[in-house]
């Protein structure tokens, strides 16, 4: 059972940048893959980002490779989100997720169906 905890999140000016916490409480965080969503009002929930259990293996949705960068802290347990180059299409409430795996991370990981924990989310408005 992990319990996680979205932090980071806030309004901020197209071009501009924020970071992204997730939290973990719980046993062995670094045995779990993570991953990060996000979705828009009235809109479907969208992969943005994953990375394996030790760090080693990252994937990005199109949509945010090269703007985007997903690390993991297992000492601390937790997970970030760094988003850089921000635009109004950016704007989302940003779900973290957790998987027990020990595989490196790919398109499978971008289905939701994949995850078995979620955080609540946290909102991130980008203005025009």
């Known amino acids: 059972q992990v319990q996680l905890v979205e932090s980071g999140g806030g309004l901020v000016q197209a071009g501009g940048s924020l970071r992204l916490s997730c939290a973990a409480s719980g046993r062995n965080f670094g045995s779990y893959a993570m991953g990060w969503f996000r979705q828009a009002p009235g809109k479907d929930r969208e992969f943005v980002a994953a990375i394996s259990w030790g760090g080693g293996s990252v994937y990005y949705a199109d949509a945010v490779k090269g703007r985007f960068t997903i690390s993991r802290d297992n000492a601390k347990n937790t997970v970030y989100l760094q988003m850089n180059t921000l635009s109004p299409e950016d704007t989302a409430v940003y779900y973290c997720?957790?998987?027990?795996?020990?595989?490196?991370?790919?398109?499978?990981?971008?289905?939701?169906?994949?995850?078995?924990?979620w955080g609540q989310g946290t909102q991130v408005t980008v203005s025009s």
């Open positions: 997720a957790a998987v027990r795996s020990f595989a490196g991370v790919g398109p499978e990981r971008a289905r939701k169906s994949e995850y078995d924990y």
